[in-house]
């Protein structure tokens, strides 16, 4: 266990005690466990949280119990603790309240201070998905006359009043809010405070060099050149590079981890956003629409094998043996899928040489294709004692593994060039060839073969 | 485009003359493009890489280059090379270099400064997955009786010196290295710079308190205290509580990002370690062993079939149609079980709490199964104008699909409760039960109500 272990206290009492010395992560965590127990000693709790917590302790709940927490919190109580929060977290706040009660929502921000209410209309307009979504408009910023002395006590200042924490440079501004430098507080902190961040600056010019994303840059984008360039903060500019705020890791952080689930999720037919819905029919229709779709995939591949229903009624064996040939074609397929879908994704693999992928897949499906075939031609031999049942289902083996390969590789690839998320649909399609091409190859080549 | 550009020079010639603007994640990039052309030019401007550069760009090439440069680079090189790097990094590539060239990777070990030696000594000795491994040596602290003023040039003595960087904090620590306190910079630079750590911690005890983790603890729960607290660093120390080094969220970024590759990929059958081959035929063995595993179930599920082949010579229909009910079982047993690894993986499902993940999935798997079972019953009455035949595929769909609802649910949570990873073979068990539940079940009941 991590020696920083999660405090979680279930006495309410205790709880409320020793709420100034827990991080609010461990607040909420408590407060989930007690809410289990009972939902007024939930209540009673919550509404103890200081205003200062409030607003991360919110975030930090799970959703279902946010939404109560917002029923029942009262609009001055929920005013103060947003107000506490930084910018991107008033904005997630309201807007989710917008959607439960648009009354309460509207009334809470009326209360907030004009310069929050700017922000959050400002930050209201970005889509989802844009960096400045997910930026705080709260950063430490100096102008290039300004000296470093100077800087620093403004930022003691407003550390003091809790405006500014989580700190880790200070950008320097000219002007017009245009964006020059960025500068760590580990090279702040040794310099001499008498001196202008423009005398700085002068002494090294590539060094302070900011790395900025613009703020309707796609946050995947962002997330990737975290991890490119090892990265803490960013700056997000504007039109002409104005500075507009920062994304820090923690935000970035969540992305990845999001876009990994979202990404296994749609591999396998699920919809990230409509899991977590109190109403399972919900869930249900929109899983339902995934399994539809395979539907209309199985059916085709029945309709290949309803061709050769004499041949099957000649040779039962066929019947007994063509699920294996269409069940390992797909779990191949499968695999190149997979290995696909996430290096596109980690940028392992681009469209300019994709070919090479292709290769490679088609390389590693041939060489298991024709294992296969060996190891199965002279399971269904022996079983069946005919030696031309072990050809055929070999045969189709090779066949089936080949076009696994293949289309594994190739599908996304199509999906990507024509802008198309490879990891939505792709494991439909490829399922319609595998069974498809298993089915058809396997019951042809018996009705030549053994008929 | 993030405005952050990367910079791609494929002229040699012209990106040596920009070593020093670039960003060796950058010049790494260019010397990839670069290599494609030729490989002699891609030599000819590595071994150009000034020394304080050399390190991270070997560490940001691709696996294959990187070993192609070990073999080409001089010992004289690659030491100064590492000399330059944090501990980590040295640790990472020395451990690299033993693996392809022993003599080499001595030799260079050899040339290294003694206190390097020593920290790569003490990391080689932890396991791939512990924290220990992830950990820079390389950190700014501080004693209790220090004032921060004298921290601070020695800070800046280290920085010039170019020993330390990608400070955060200042980790405070007693006489015996015990870690008291962890001061932010932000923090730091506004106190007065004639006081001691020590009047300072006096005056907030619960501010400064340090999140650390013990250096053997899995890299994956540090991970997770990263999410859930919002770090972007952490104290890793040793018996009692002992100062070792630090962990930066860059590392945590690429640990989440390869553990969400490593699961996508167990679920598909696919082994990471063995992704990167140069040998083709190692990879296909590695997925080979997999797809022989999914043999086995196919052949069980044949199995099942083979026990009905008087009633699907019989009734020819059956054979058409039993795909449909395996697959769809197949499948919305593999959106119940990417559901339930992620969110075991994640923390949102645990074990006490898993009884009410097991009915939502149960439900939700029996409301679709109601569904197909209407569509299915319809579609096989009509297609093959048999009542009894449509009866027949609408309870065995019913039936399957609550078993691919239930087991899909329960297979990962069992193998957790063993302490396996969910991720690793709940597909294939998954796949047993949906074939043989989905083929038994339809062929029984056909031979019960057709015959």
Redesign the interface.
Known sequence: ????E?VIITQPQKLIENF??L?P?DIANSLRKIEKDSIDDFFFVLKKVPDELLGEVLLELPDNLRELAYEELSIKKLTDAVEELESDDQTDLILELEEIDEEKAKEIYDGLEEEDQKDIDWLKKYEEDEAGAYMQTEL?SASLDETIGDS?KR??EA?ESDE?????QVFVIDENRILIASI???????FDFNKTYDEILRTDE?KFK?????DH?DID??AK????????VVAV?SYQ?ILMGRI???D???V??EN??E???Q????NDDF?HEDK??T??KK??L??FL??G???L??LV??IF?ET??AY?????????V???GG??G??T???M??QLA?GDIELENAKDAVK?EV??SL??GF??AV??GI?AWLWFDTKLLGLVIAMSMVINLFSAGFFGAAIPLVLKRFDIDPAIGSTVLL?TVT?IVG?FSFLMLAKVILL
Chains 1, 2 share one sequence.
């Open positions: 266990m991590p020696q920083h999660e100034d010395s991080h992560t430490f620093v930022l003691k550390k500014l924490e989580n700190i880790h760590l507080l580990e090279d702040l902190i040794i590539n900011p790395f900025k994303v613009d840059e984008n962002v050149q975290f991890e490119q360039y090892d990265l803490s500019t590079g820090t890791s923690d970035i952080l969540d990845i981890e990994a689930t990404q296994m999720y591999l396998a037919g699920v899991e399972l029919s869930t249900a899983r339902a995934w399994l395979n539907l995939t199985a059916i591949a029945s094998i309803g229903d099957i009624q039962v064996a066929l019947a007994i043996l063509m699920p294996i269409a069940s390992m779990n191949a499968t695999q899928l997979a290995v879908v996430r980690l490679k390389v590693i060489i298991n294992l296969f190891i199965m399971i399922t069974d089915f």
